[in-house]
């Protein structure tokens, strides 16, 4: 325990790691380029509205995610998703249709054509791939599931999770758990009652079946309760400029506020994008470098719309709806942010997220924004019957939002751990390695803590 960690990031991978570290009496030092920590988590009110600008909620998949809230003492602020906000809808011929959430709704739905319904049962007796390490999820799901559900479930789920292109995303690395229900069980229907089993063994919950959570001042709130509790091991407003390998240690340079200092340490973890971190261990070893700068970033802008409910047609009764690139619309889908959680929106008034761009839409970052904003509204509108204006409208443009697993991954994952092999202290992670959602990353959390746990030991 007197072994010093540096973590470089203040998201939610790096604080989640120093809390726990900080907790079992490490001496941890967080170091945090922005003036506020949370990384893509951003909570701002504008003119009255809460708006996330990053993640908008958690699902509750780990009992990490519990025992952090208690910890910090954030239950009194803690909201589970509004029961409406179940509801999922999908775009499919310019109408909107509820995703069927159960095998009655399934065979009513009219999302799906009956041939695309009788093709799932074929799916028990399909075999396994030749290929699974280099097979996209599009591969995967056209041959297991048929191409309709390909294009009217999996595609628009890929760009509301990842902003992703399903024929470019590897499912062994985006996908591991649906992977290796062919891989372990041999399909996906006998492997999904099984693994639920296993799930129940480890207190852990499915993506489909856990709550959605976020807190009345917005998903901000962990990482600054986080920060909060760990004082002044956070230093925020810190750019880390250099790392030099010392005789049995390393050390970090960063620049304070325009002041040049330096921390000795033993254990270096990077949360950092993968496209910083390429610049900043490029010097260890000029292959990582190449590895972490093939991991592709897209461009996703997420827009804020407010209207009065008297102007909506569409009846607000879920979490929001997803847009397959089959119908050829200006964005990927809108969250009813107000349906799901409270404090999102005043009086008579209704609040939405939309998603534009990302790997489906690469090109948004060379638009004309006005343009761009004016198309998308006007689509928006036209789906949810809306007959004026919004009253308020904020955005928030991320150049390199999600990092994207696609097919390949596995030999940027390989280096990576030949890298920590090579230069034992440092660990690299954040949302390229383990996962992208906020339960992935809190639940890596654990997983990189006891790894820098067991480095500490090995180094004394």
Known sequence: MNKKIVILGAGISGLAAAYWLNKDGYDVTV???????????????????????????????????????????????????????????????????????????????KLFSTGAKLRLFAEPFIGRSNDGYYQSIAEFVKRRLGKEFLDYAINPFVAGVYAGNPEELSVKSAFPKLYALEEKYGGLIIGSVKSMRERKKRAEKSKQSARMFSFIDGMQTLPKAIAASLGNNVITSAEVTGIKKT???????????????????????????????????????????????????????????????????????????LIPAKEKKSFLGAIWSSVIFPNRAEGDTASF??????????????????????KVRGEFEQLMGISADPVHFFYRYWPKSI??????????????????????????GGNYRGGISVGDCIKNSEIITNKIKELCVSAS
């Open 403 to 428: 990092p994207q697993y696609n097919i390949g991954y596995i030999e940027h994952e390989k280096y990576i751990e030949e890298f920590e092999a090579k230069n034992p202290g440092i660990v690299l």
């Open 247 to 321: 005789q049995n240690s390393y050390s970090v340079l960063y620049n304070n506020s325009g002041t040049e200092k330096e921390i000795e340490c033993d254990v270096i973890y990077s949360t950092l994008p993968a496209y910083f971190a390429a610049d900043l261990f490029k010097p260890f070893d000029d292959g990582l470098e190449k590895h972490l700068k093939e991991i592709y970033y897209p461009p996703v802008l997420v827009v804020y719309l407010v209207y009065n409910k008297t102007v909506i047609k569409q009846a607000l009764d879920g979490f929001g709806f």
């Open 31 to 109: 170091l945090e380029k922005k003036a506020e920590v949370g990384g893509s988590m951003e909570s701002v009110v504008e003119k009255g509205y809460m708006f996330d600008r990053g993640p908008n909620s958690g699902l509750e998949t780990t009992p990490l995610i519990g025992q952090l809230i208690d910890g910090l003492n954030l239950r009194d602020q803690l909201v589970y998703a509004n029961k409406e906000g179940n509801k999922r809808y999908i775009l499919r011929d310019n109408n909107l249709y509820p995703l069927p959430m159960s095998p009655p709704a399934f065979i009513k739905t």
């Open 353 to 374: 997220t939309l998603f534009i761009g990302g790997a489906r839409n690469p090109e948004i970052g060379n638009i004309d924004k006005e343009i761009l904003f004016k």
